[in-house]
């Protein structure tokens, strides 16, 4: 079965610090991959997806940045982090004949200070 | 662009009683509608899911109808428990080449009160 691993699951960075999240995925073969992110109480915006290594597709204008070194992982990052990045970052995939469904992983909680 | 309004966005109901969300979407091309429920702190589980060749489909006390001339779609609880608290989330897509990009409704919070 698949199964979707993100860490670290909280973080407390400051404002202008570096950010780096990760997102692995097992038991699939070419997944694609989407990185979500969710204010406290709203609802999911989508940031990055990808469908395949190497290949990344930004929504949306930001100072954040994703890569997708192998098949299943899909990096998050940030050269310096504005107080407005804080929020729930959530990875999520989607494979084969069923590439409509995305599952999410756990998340991690980010509070920029 | 596309878009998906969700209503209500908070709602209360009694446990037993039933409760419906219900969501309209604006690219008629649609053809996946999906169901999250996300309880506090937690990740978003899809719950239930209708394609567009299919009316309604049901799942034990869960149930989606589609609506694709108005564009619209709905999720059905009946006999609620309190265990159904939580965030839940419609959503639409269509196929585009290999990635299906999925449009989110802003959330309906539902509480049930023992």
């Known amino acids: 079965s698949q199964t979707i691993h993100q860490w670290p699951a909280t973080l407390v960075q400051p404002v202008g610090s570096p950010l780096s999240l990760e997102c692995t995925v097992e038991g699939t073969s070419n997944p694609n991959l989407y990185w979500y992110r969710q204010a406290a109480g709203r609802g999911l915006q989508l940031l990055f997806y990808?469908?395949?290594?190497?290949?990344i597709s930004s929504e949306v204008p930001q100072n954040l940045s994703a890569s997708r070194p192998q098949d299943r992982q899909f990096i998050l990052s940030s050269k310096k982090l504005l107080l407005s990045d804080s929020g729930f970052y959530l990875c999520?995939?989607?494979?084969?004949?069923?590439?409509?469904?995305?599952?999410f992983g756990p998340g991690t909680r980010l509070t920029v200070l | 662009g596309e878009n998906v309004e969700q209503h209500p966005s908070t709602l209360s109901v009694q446990e037993g009683d039933s409760a419906v969300i219900k969501c309209t979407y604006s690219d008629s091309a649609s053809n996946y509608f999906p169901w999250y429920k996300q309880e506090l702190g937690k990740r978003p589980q899809l719950i239930i899911d209708?394609?567009?060749?299919?009316g309604e489909k049901k799942d034990q006390r869960i149930a989606v109808t589609l609506n694709k001339t108005a564009k619209h779609f709905s999720l059905h609880i009946t006999e609620t428990q309190p265990e159904d608290s939580a965030v839940y989330f419609c959503a639409a897509s269509r196929s585009s080449g290999g990635y299906n990009k999925l449009i989110f409704g802003a959330g309906t919070r539902l509480a049930v009160h023992p």
């Open positions: 209708i394609r567009s060749n299919v």
């Open positions: 990808s469908v395949g290594i190497g290949q």
């Open positions: 999520a995939w989607s494979s084969g004949d069923r590439r409509n469904e995305q599952f």
